[in-house]
């Protein structure tokens, strides 16, 4: 049986190396699908893996409150209502800790919060300065984000409680200034006050798309100090100081362009992601009741919207698999046509063969082989194009690609069923041939 296989083999090969070019443009639809397969589930693969590194920058489960300044709901109609618009927005104080006292002690579900200011300034060390953004946080923040250490510890209660002048600094910050030095215990200015750092963040690499698509910043560039520190030592929005009231009369109180708010975000990590929906509404209409029904801040869910980015690509992943297919369907087609006509122009040999003691086994095999070789070809073709694909998508398109073994032995066994399957009647229709009949055949 095994010799008999070979033989039939090795005519089948004859046959297709005869025939090379026809081969070749017979096996193009089994090609361009593999390809478009293993190009497609690359592309998946990396958009995928991009999700979820995106959701591990943003924290899972997590709520972001942000500040809008002079944003109110209603219709203006005339200069009155106008007046009235105004004088209401100056009943709400701003996203302040009331707003953090009120969701811990009010909303169930809630895990923690973390508070944010945010305060644009710049860091000098040794003639060396740089802008930076000082974040005042708790150290809620770094577990909710995700920080981990490289070296030193995070604050400690006498930190919080007093607004000690000490830092957390960010990789990138302790590489440009303390370059070869340990950084621990040495202090830098941030502003106009010396801190001194006691921890160095991991670096968290993080690309231009996600700064863009989820509005963060670079991490590794910032400065972190205790939430009081920066409150006490830097600035407090919620105060009145004759500064303010200075700038206030020099914009006028129409101009609405002045921050007011104490807090710059709030990030809330919900105990269960499938109350976050509803969490989110009860935070809106509690918080729209505080700020005296003015819409100065504004609720998102970081999760869902990555959710629904994964929900489009999955879509452009879909229509690249319907592709994939069709190619895949045309090219058994073609394998199949081409070798309905090579059984019409090789109706003598196989006459002559039937003739001479082979069997209609030997004939099936014979042309089941040649249609697998093609397709066995085409599939080789296609993996080596679609991973060139592949490549040049992440190469040149920076378009994040991880290929899987499992998309190549997918999309090659499929072209291979696809020969076999679309080989089966050509084959059977040679095998049906009447000896007597084709050895007259013209």
């Known amino acids: 049986m095994l010799k008999k296989l070979l033989s039939n083999g090795a005519i ?17 639809g089994i090609i361009f699908g593999v390809a478009a397969v293993i190009a497609m589930l690359a592309i998946g693969a990396g958009a995928q893996q991009e999700i979820l590194d995106q959701i591990k920058l943003v924290g899972v489960n997590n709520i972001v409150i942000t500040p809008v300044v002079e944003q109110s709901e209603g219709e203006v109609s005339d200069d009155a209502a106008a007046g009235q618009a105004s004088k209401k927005k100056n009943l709400s104080l701003g996203l302040n800790f009331q707003d953090v006292r009120s969701i811990q002690h009010v ?6 919060v973390s508070p944010e200011v945010i305060i644009e300034t710049s860091v000098a060390r040794k003639a060396f300065q ?48 303390f370059n070869g030095e340990e950084p621990l215990d040495k202090y830098i200015k941030v502003g106009k006050h010396w801190l001194r750092v006691i921890g160095v963040l991991e670096e968290r690499m993080i690309s231009d798309k996600s700064i863009s698509n989820l509005g963060i910043r670079d991490y ?6 205790p939430l009081g520190t920066a ?5 407090n929005r919620s105060l009145v ?3 303010a009231i200075q700038e206030a009369m020099r914009n006028g109180d129409s101009n609405g362009s002045t921050n007011y708010h104490q807090l710059d975000r709030l990030v809330l990590k919900v105990e269960n992601s499938e109350q976050m929906g509803s969490i989110a509404q009860v935070l809106s209409k509690m918080l729209k009741r505080k700020h005296s029904q003015v819409v100065d801040y504004e609720i998102t869910i970081p999760e869902l919207l990555l959710k629904q980015q994964q929900r489009t690509k999955n879509i452009f992943n879909y229509v ?11 090219g058994g087609i073609g394998i199949m046509n081409i070798m309905l006509a090579s059984v019409l122009e090789r109706i003598k040999e196989i006459g002559l063969r039937l003739s001479i003691g082979a069997t209609k086994t030997d004939i099936i095999f014979q042309f089941l082989l040649e249609s697998v070789m093609i397709s066995f070809s085409g599939g080789m073709i296609g993996i080596i194009l679609g991973l060139s694909i592949a490549f040049g ?17 997918l999309s090659f066994g499929v072209a291979v069923v696809v020969g076999i399957i679309f080989g089966i009647a050509p084959a059977k229709r040679a095998a049906d041939q009447d000896p007597i009949t084709s050895l007259r055949y013209d």
């Open 12 to 28: 089948a090969v004859e046959a297709v190396v005869a025939n090379r070019v026809r081969s070749l443009l017979t096996a193009l």
């Open 107 to 112: 909303i169930p579900g809630i895990e923690m």
């Open 130 to 177: 740089r802008t930076t953004k000082l974040v005042g946080v708790r150290n809620e923040y770094f577990e909710i984000s995700g920080f981990q250490l490289a070296e030193g510890k995070f604050f400690n209660s006498e930190h919080l409680e007093l607004g000690s002048p000490v830092c957390v600094i960010g990789k990138s910050i302790a590489a440009r200034f």
């Open 220 to 225: 590794n560039m910032d400065v972190y100090t």
């Open 231 to 235: 409150l006490l030592r830097y600035e």
């Open 241 to 243: 100081s004759n500064a």
């Open 320 to 330: 690249l698999g319907g592709i994939a297919g069709i190619s895949l369907l045309v």
């Open 393 to 409: 998508i992440s190469e040149l398109a920076s378009i994040p690609t991880i290929v899987n073994y499992s998309s190549i032995v």
